[in-house]
């Protein structure tokens, strides 16, 4: 009965799922190891990454990353490429943290190596993670590899490889649920390779990839130039901002990270990162940052290198909001731009004449202002430096300065050609004297065509009124380039005769100079201009096709002038076609319903994009013959025009809309039609929608149609505004609190009426409540809404069925096996209320049927041997997991769940025919954590069959398998212990400490072992050892304890484990161990003398002793056979209530015989 009562408890939660659940095979991925192209390809080129590593780490002081050090004749050693630290945004605010590796193997040796992921081991500041493979969480995660997006489930989570010699190979590794950002934890992987374990350190084997030198510049060395190659990633930023750091604390405030080579490889969202944080210094802005942030005090900070080229350098100097550089130069200078500003004449002169190139153009672009004649000499000077970026800048700081000899140089220099000329020509149109402005003016009319075009464009840079008059004079000009040139400096410097300009340009026979106005006209945005542009686009438009420009200004003013006009060009078929879909949408976003007659006129003869657009287009103007347009769309031939047609619809939303979506999907035998159909049907979401989808689900003969509608309404129900409010309640009522999950539903559907998820949980917390008439009502007012919900027809049969009201819980069960018999839910419950009532026939038949719904489906077999097993016909529970194995060969759990039958029926060889099957299987033996189950079974077998050679070449075999995985040596010593042969025990867990000196089983193993053999002082020495690996273990603390109390500090030993017992209520083991401690202590209390204290602290452990054991057997521990003959316990069982303990025990046992 308990198991019975059990099932149907745990059985309840599954109501919480869809309604309908259906046998999916899972589809085979073939994946490709993929890897960036930076990534070493050979086994020389990883060992010379690992020796350049290394150099640099001894080179900064740094300590090792691989340890042992590698060199050529290493047999192997280990590095890692394309890491990357970040973050999934899930529903925490802030993410979780993830770690990505490709671990790498190079095999050096002259034999094939094996790497899997049982080998490796990685620890996380100090604690030791899982190297899981893909969580299911981060399948849609993306990451950048190189210079590709991949999501993670495109990489090839292979859990091993096999390397032969000479090559390498890698597993891709993600360590999750790392601390939270910016911290950058501490990060260690250990790898088992032939008895010998190679360690790396994530953090120093990143920092060696990185490389930077620091540098001070400009005024008392207020600049720290950090130039940095090699790779820059999300791990060993760390390092570099610990360094911008440490600089601070010298009063340094301004920054330059310079990036000279154009293939430095960097994280894109880590130069995404810089530059946004260099733009925030100083101001706190960053909010959860995914890197530790640079110091506050910090008040420039400033990148440069080619590979933020994308970002423009103007040559009149420095924007002021610019944080990235091409150039070295131009990111000195705004890092210093304030600061030279702030400068007394002497100083800035200083760093002109001392300063390296990038301080001189800083000092003297940024200094300029405070410059004066006597300067001169030193500035003319650099006019002529081997450095052009230094002759500009000297050429801009002449503008600074009003001596004829400054405007002799800046003259001479304008008569060149070049980015000299340029700036010599800004100096004198931004001079602060006018004879600046008279010397250009003079330059301009007596300049070749090629360089008066150069002026005029900087002139309109710098408006000033007396530049306009001298412009005028070029708009008559010959030469069509200068024209052009003048009219846009007109424009820019706001001449008073503009709109006459723009107006002539307008009637010019000259194409060019239409196109010109026309551009200039439409970035006016006075009525005047747009009036004299759009009469200017319909005149174009009755001899000419619209450029794309016109089209956009017209979309801009939507005049329904252009209308016929536009008609008149979409009739022309010989249109290109991208012309044709631009003035399809330009129509689209102008016109009214007055487009209708044009676009029904044209949509015969367009293409199948086309007609997309004029149906979308119709459909918004809420055109009369949208829907009958439609419907002919959707019995097109072209399946590109019925999607269209479909996504239009979708846009209407309308009733009709739905009505032709559910008269085409019933039609359609098209994957792709009903499934845009469906799409639409959720985008849609009224309650039209969901009826036509609900409806669905059992309409046709199409499976794959039908499971699809089931998918679409699950879709409406997850992004329904109170989706969110029924999985708080779901999670309410799997704690329990079931006032709390009621009223998360009552708020669901106070938001959502028809959200029938809903009403399930209500069901079900009110079932769980006792509350049945009110869960029948409930229930059938969510099927009032969906008649066809499986699932709630299976919830109220579980509520007549605790009203014991059978007959009517079982049509309720046969009802919802009608409408979804794929669903082995409703079978599960059924045979759950045939077992309640002792009807064990029919249930068993019952989980027959949901066996054949879901054969896939584990847990079903095991729900029916379980009512075998409690019914005391452990043969049939052993046929149904044959059934199991029959139909999936490749499920290992059907193995082990047989074996744990054979186990407790103690059918020992029965078990190792089992564990033969599973090494016989082929899709099974690929795998070698089955490998290693099966061996490892093997030998607890033969060791309980007395056959200690086989047990032990059953270790062997496992240990061969996988030679980094321990489990199978602390087996091997666990057998040689429990045999007795404490040599071969001890040199097997030697083994396995000389494999990983933090294996913590191994000491607490050999601990147990050296107590045995009564060896108190080496037992101590490993429990001690073990305590300090993981001061959380209970072996290391229980072992502490009884070492203890061998050495008579009973007193101290009781107290130990009173300390740690809070941790470890629910652990058998430990309240067993516990008990022993007290058990130990009673036997150092035997000799001593009966006085009333001793007999009274006697039967306090004795009390306390058979309460822990009592809680042991509660919790899980049932070795009653060890408990009858464990030495420890020696004095508690001659106790009744010991005898009383193993009784009860034993009678649990023996329920199966």
Excluded at 707 to 713: E, H, V
Excluded at 893 to 908: E, G, M
Aim: charged content about 20%; glycine content about 4%.
């Amino acid at each position: 009965m308990t198991i019975r009562i059990c099932l149907l408890a745990c059985l309840t939660l599954f109501t919480l799922l869809p309604a309908q659940a259906y046998s999916q095979a899972e589809a085979q991925r073939k994946t490709t190891q993929q890897t960036s192209s930076e990534s070493p390809q050979t086994s020389t080129q990883s060992l010379q990454l690992l020796k350049d590593i290394e150099a640099r780490l001894k080179a900064g002081n740094k300590p090792s990353a691989h340890q042992p050090a590698v060199t050529a004749q290493s047999d192997a050693f280990i590095v890692l490429e394309d890491s990357i630290r970040g973050v999934a945004q899930q529903n925490a605010a802030d993410g979780m943290q993830f770690f990505l590796t490709r671990l790498v193997l190079i095999n050096q040796s002259a034999q094939p190596l094996k790497l899997s992921r049982s080998q490796i081991k990685a620890e996380v500041d100090g604690q030791q993670v899982p190297t899981r493979t893909l969580p299911s969480n981060l399948n849609y995660q993306t990451v950048q590899l190189g210079k590709r997006t991949l999501r993670l489930n495109s990489l090839n989570f292979r859990d091993e490889v096999i390397i032969p010699a000479g090559q390498q190979d890698s597993l891709w590794i993600i360590l999750t649920d790392l601390p939270p950002a910016p911290r950058i934890p501490e990060i260690d992987f250990q790898v088992s390779v032939n008895d010998q374990v190679l360690t790396l350190n994530v953090n120093r084997f990143e920092l060696g990839k990185l490389n930077y030198a620091v540098k001070l510049l400009g005024p008392s060395q207020c600049l720290a130039e950090l130039t940095v190659t090699g790779e820059l990633n999300s791990i060993n930023i760390g390092s570099l901002i610990q360094a911008v750091d440490q600089l601070t604390t010298r009063n340094i405030k301004r920054f330059v990270l310079h990036f000279p080579d154009a293939d430095t490889q960097i994280d894109s969202s880590l130069k995404t990162w810089l530059s946004r944080a260099a733009n925030q210094v100083g101001v706190n802005a960053m909010v959860n940052s995914p890197f530790p942030a640079f110091p506050n005090m910090i008040s420039e900070m400033h990148l440069s290198g080619e590979i933020f080229k994308d970002t423009k350098v103007t040559f009149l100097g420095y924007n002021k909001g610019q944080v990235t550089h091409e150039t070295e130069a131009s990111a000195i200078h705004a890092a210093l731009d304030s600061a030279m500003s702030a400068l007394t004449r002497e100083k800035v002169a200083e760093q002109i004449r001392t300063g390296p190139p990038a301080v001189k153009i800083a000092a003297l672009i940024s200094g300029g202002r405070q410059l004066t004649s006597e300067e001169l000499p030193l500035i003319l000077e650099l006019t002529s430096d081997p450095d052009p970026l230094v002759q500009q800048a000297a050429l801009f700081a002449l503008r600074y300065l009003g001596d004829p000899r400054a405007y002799e140089r800046l003259t001479q220099v304008a008569k060149t050609v070049g980015p000299q000329s340029e700036v010599a020509i800004a100096s004198l149109a931004e001079s602060r004297f006018a004879r600046g402005q008279e010397v250009l003016l003079k330059l301009l009319q007596e300049s070749p065509p090629a360089s008066q075009k150069t002026m005029i464009g900087i002139i309109a840079q710098s408006p000033r009124p007396q530049w306009g008059d001298a412009i005028y004079e070029f708009v008559s000009s010959d030469n069509l380039e200068l024209r052009k040139a003048a009219i846009k400096a007109l424009v820019l410097n706001g001449h008073p005769r503009l709109i006459e300009i723009l107006t002539a340009g307008l009637k010019s026979s000259n194409p060019e100079i239409r196109e010109v106005a026309f551009q200039e006209l439409i970035q006016q945005k006075d009525n005047q201009s747009e009036t004299l542009a759009l009469n200017y686009v319909l005149s174009q438009l009755e001899q000419t096709p619209p450029t794309q420009t016109m089209l956009a200004f017209l979309d801009r003013l939507k005049d329904p002038r252009a209308i016929p006009l536009l008609f008149h060009h979409l009739e022309n078929l010989k249109l290109d076609s991208g012309s044709r879909i631009a003035i399809i949408n330009t129509l689209a976003s102008i016109g009214d319903q007055t487009l209708e007659t044009g676009f029904l006129k044209v949509y015969p003869q367009v293409n199948s994009q086309e007609k997309q657009l004029i149906l979308s287009a119709l459909q918004k103007v809420d055109s009369p013959h949208y829907f009958e347009l439609v419907e002919q769309a959707l019995h097109d031939s072209d399946l590109q025009v019925v999607s269209g047609a479909i996504k239009s619809l979708r846009a209407s939303g309308s009733i009709e809309a739905v009505k032709i979506l559910q008269k085409t999907l019933r039609k359609t035998d098209q994957p792709s039609t009903w499934n845009d159909i469906y799409a639409s049907l959720v985008s849609i979401g009224t309650p039209e929608a969901r009826q036509t989808i609900m409806a669905a689900r059992f309409e046709g003969e199409h499976d794959e149609k039908k499971r699809a509608a089931a998918n679409a309404l699950n879709d409406i129900y997850s992004r329904s505004p109170a989706n969110q409010y029924v999985k708080k309640g779901d999670m309410e009522q799997s704690r329990k609190q079931y006032e709390a999950a009621l009223e998360e539903y009552q708020t669901a559907l106070s938001i959502d009426s028809l959200l029938v998820p809903a009403y399930q949980g209500i069901v079900n917390v009110q079932n769980a409540m006792q509350k049945y008439e009110e869960a029948l009502k409930t229930a059938d007012q969510g099927l009032a809404i969906d008649g066809m919900h499986a699932r709630l027809y299976v919830s109220k049969g579980m509520i007549y069925s605790n009203l014991s009201q059978s007959e009517e819980a079982l049509q309720q069960f046969h009802k919802a096996i009608e409408i979804a018999p794929l669903d082995h839910f409703a079978y599960v419950m059924l045979a759950s209320h045939y077992s309640k009532h002792n009807q064990n026939e029919k249930a068993l038949e019952a989980y027959d049927g949901a066996i054949q719904a879901n054969p896939r489906y584990m847990n079903l077999y095991d729900f029916k041997a379980d009512l075998q097993l409690s019914l005391k016909r452990p043969d049939e529970a052993l046929k149904t997991y044959d059934q199991a194995i029959q139909v999936n060969p490749g499920q290992i759990k059907a193995y082990i769940s047989k074996n744990t039958v054979l186990r407790k029926l103690k059918r020992d060889h029965q078990i190792l025919a089992v564990c033969d099957d599973i090494l016989k299987e082929n899709s099974l033996k690929r795998d070698p954590r089955y490998v290693i189950y099966a061996y490892l079974t093997k030998a607890n077998t033969y060791q309980q069959l007395s056959q200690l050679e086989n047990a032990i070449a059953a270790c062997d075999a496992a240990i061969k398998t996988s030679p980094g995985e321990m489990q199978p040596y602390l087996t091997k010593a666990q057998i040689y212990t429990e045999a007795e042969q404490w040599e071969n025990a001890l040199h097997t867990y030697d083994q396995m400490i000389q494999k990983n000196d933090r294996y913590l089983d191994a000491y607490t193993g050999r601990g147990h072992m050296n107590l045995q053999r009564m060896d108190w002082q080496a037992a101590q020495k490993d429990f001690q050892r073990a305590f300090e690996i993981d001061n959380k273990s209970s072996q290391a603390i229980t072992g502490l304890a009884i070492c203890m109390v061998y050495n008579h500090q009973e007193e101290k030993a009781i107290s130990f484990v009173k300390e740690q017992l809070e941790n470890f209520k629910e652990d058998g083991l430990f309240h067993y161990n516990v008990a022993c401690v007290y058990g130990r202590a009673l036997i150092n209390l035997k000799d001593q003398k009966k006085t009333p204290d001793v007999q009274k602290t006697i039967k306090e452990y004795q009390d306390t002793a058979i309460q822990h054991l009592s809680k042991a057997s509660e919790v899980g521990f049932q070795d009653v056979e060890w408990m009858q003959k464990d030495p420890d316990l020696s004095e508690l069982q001659a106790l009744p209530a010991f005898k009383t303990l193993v009784q009860t025990l034993e009678k649990k046992q023996n329920s199966l015989q």
